[in-house]
């Protein structure tokens, strides 16, 4: 489901029709620094996350592989941040 939601965002964000697989290079399909602020914007929106400035390397989201990772990591720490402030 959330490679789905990322695929869904990146063809409307580039544009494109035909089907992007995960090791696709999104770079060859039209991303570029600007659109990949406008995706990180609508990534953070749609997965209710934040980005750190660490994360905004063009390197991060050349592929669906790529942003997929990332989005777990930040969702882990999230989860685990939030069971922390539980505790405290």
């Known amino acids: 489901m959330r490679q789905a939601m990322i695929l869904e965002i990146l063809q409307e964000m580039l544009g494109i029709k035909e089907p992007i ?3 696709d290079d999104l770079t060859t399909m039209g991303l570029d620094s600007m659109t ?3 995706l990180v914007v609508a990534l953070e929106r749609a997965f209710d996350l934040e980005f750190s400035e660490d994360d905004l390397l063009l390197a991060n989201f050349r592929t669906v592989e790529k942003i997929s990772g ?3 990591e930040r969702k882990a720490e999230k989860v685990v941040h939030a069971e922390k402030s539980e505790v405290l």
Do not use: G, K, P, V
Request: without cysteine; hydrophobic residues 45%.
């Open 70 to 72: 990332l989005i777990n």
């Open 36 to 38: 990949t602020i406008r």
């Open 21 to 23: 697989a995960e090791h």
